[in-house]
């Protein structure tokens, strides 16, 4: 795998590293897009391949991410990240894990180097940066905190064979993040034997005439995203969550639970299978090894949504 430039600028030059992001921080006030080292484009816009030409990346300068993605009111929240490779079906799952260890120790720089607990994303109470960081491989996607259960769309997961897609949350002073994340996924592409690509040229342009290679709603099918836009005050636990007499502490644990098994529609078989009283290989048979059992009944056992019987 050939070293990407995001590599040799990090490794014993940190001015260098600056002086890119700050060249991108430049990019983004002019709604414009960023190549960053060898293999990574980086924006707060769309942006789209199409079959027709591979090599490039068109910067969609008129859609913002946060609002084709996410829906969200204000524009330039959410920063857009590919990393491109060979075609290969990446394991978003290995890969989520390195963006996450990767986002955790920027986390602690920053707030080493800020002498204090970092003033990061502002969200739920509680929440870690890495919650505001969605990711999308041909595998599969989701919040790299998450369950990692979602963007299984067959036209979602082929358009990603080439790149690695990351989307996170970020004041300007968290742009710094962007070259640890390109480090993790270049360093989690050698490890799972893909190369890197570097797009031969990136057009922007304002918009497009006729039909997209890729329906952007998918990405809305992120179910367990925390880059929604939030309309509820749910940083209170005894605050009322979206439902009417429903406490916001319950609603969000029923959502981390939803997480740990695949996504809401897996937790409610689980649920409406346990309600017809099934027997153990039932239950194996039907989970389909997607978890264990034994995590299952003492995950909802400890929510108190099901007692036991001894004896």
Same mark, same amino acid.
């Given at each position: ?11 014993? %030059?940190? !001015?260098?590293? +600056? #002086?890119?992001? $700050? ?7 002019? /709604?414009?897009?960023? @190549? ?68 955790? %120790?920027? !986390?602690?720089? +920053? #707030?080493?180097? $800020? ?7 502002? /969200?739920?109470?509680? @929440? ?68 890197? %690509? ?114």
């Amino acid at each position: 795998m050939r070293p990407s430039g995001a590599e040799t600028v990090l490794n014993g %030059r940190p !001015t260098a590293a +600056a #002086r890119l992001v $700050a060249e991108m921080t430049r990019a983004f006030e002019r /709604g414009e897009g960023y @190549r960053f080292g060898e293999s990574a484009v980086v924006s707060r816009r769309v942006h789209l391949v199409t079959s027709a030409r591979p090599a490039e990346v068109d910067i969609i300068t008129s859609a913002d991410a946060g609002r084709v993605f996410y829906g969200r009111r204000s524009s330039d929240q959410i920063v857009h990240l590919d990393i491109f490779h060979e075609v290969a079906r990446v394991d978003h799952r290995a890969m989520a894990r390195a963006v996450r260890d990767a986002v955790d %120790r920027y !986390t602690r720089e +920053a #707030r080493s180097t $800020a002498g204090g607990p970092e003033q990061g994303v502002v /969200g739920l109470a509680g @929440r870690r940066l890495a919650d505001y960081v969605d990711i999308q491989t041909a595998t599969g996607g989701g919040r790299i905190t998450g369950g990692l259960g979602y963007g299984q769309g067959d036209t979602l997961r082929r358009a990603h064979l080439t790149h690695v897609h990351l989307a996170f949350l970020a004041h300007q002073r968290d742009y710094h993040l962007v070259p640890h994340l390109v480090l993790a996924v270049e360093a989690e592409l050698g490890r799972q034997g893909c190369e890197i %690509r570097r797009p031969d040229r990136l057009n922007h342009v304002s918009g497009r005439d006729g039909e997209t290679s890729l329906d952007l709603s998918d990405y809305a099918s992120l179910s367990d995203s925390l880059l929604r836009e939030q309309r509820h005050d749910w940083s209170s636990p005894e605050s009322e969550g979206p439902l009417p007499g429903v406490k916001a502490s319950y609603l969000r644990g029923v959502l981390d639970l939803a997480d740990e098994f695949g996504g809401v529609d897996e937790l409610a078989e689980i649920l409406d299978m346990l309600d017809e009283r099934p027997t153990w290989s039932q239950l194996h048979k039907a989970l389909r090894n997607r978890v264990p059992v034994s995590q299952v009944l003492s995950r909802l056992e400890d929510e108190g949504l099901l007692e036991s019987e001894r004896g």
